[in-house]
């Protein structure tokens, strides 16, 4: 039997963590997930990207950003348990809130895992050595895992990058 639908009860964003996202294009909310509902996906988005992976090179032969990163797209696509969180109407809900639109559309999801000897992200650096760095560090041991999902208002206007912000034009 399966656990019940992870990520389905709203996130009230504040009018201020608002304010934060559109003044600065990030913002922290605390809360949004509890660690034992994280936990349950760990291990699937592990298995989903091993599964799915389609970098064989060994580390040497790749470039300079297949080195920092092993990079697995729209797993939603492969496995139902993914789907699920990549899905979960609590996202979408803080996603929408924040751009302050009715709701938005994926664009894509992807896993980065960093691998064991793995190069330093292009133009990205943790301290000096441009390893995991603080917390993400003691929590990953020489495996950082990051899992990202870009969001996208569904609205007929355009965007556009601008000062690392999404503006409209």
Not at 49 to 66: C, G, H, I, W
Not at 95 to 111: E, K, N, S, T
Not at 119 to 143: D, E, V
């Amino acid at each position: 039997m399966s656990a019940a639908p992870a990520f389905v009860e709203p996130y009230a964003v504040s009018a201020a963590a608002r304010a934060a996202y559109v003044r600065d294009g990030h913002v922290v909310l605390r809360g949004v997930a509890e660690a034992d509902e994280v936990a349950r996906f760990a291990p699937v988005i592990e298995a989903a990207v091993v599964a799915n992976k389609t970098e064989s090179r060994p580390l040497a032969q790749r470039d300079l950003y297949s080195q920092a990163f092993l990079q697995t797209m729209n797993l939603w696509e492969v496995d139902g348990t993914v789907a699920e969180l990549v899905l979960a109407p609590r996202f979408a809900g803080i996603a929408a809130a924040l751009l302050g639109v009715d709701r938005v559309r994926l664009y894509h999801d992807q896993a980065l895992f960093k691998e064991p000897g793995g190069g330093i992200p292009p133009g990205i650096r943790t301290r000096a050595t441009g390893r995991c760095a603080g917390s993400a560090a003691s929590r990953c041991g020489s495996r950082c895992k990051r899992w990202n999902r870009r969001w996208a208002p569904c609205s007929s206007r355009r965007a556009r990058m601008r000062s690392g912000r999404c503006r409209r034009r």
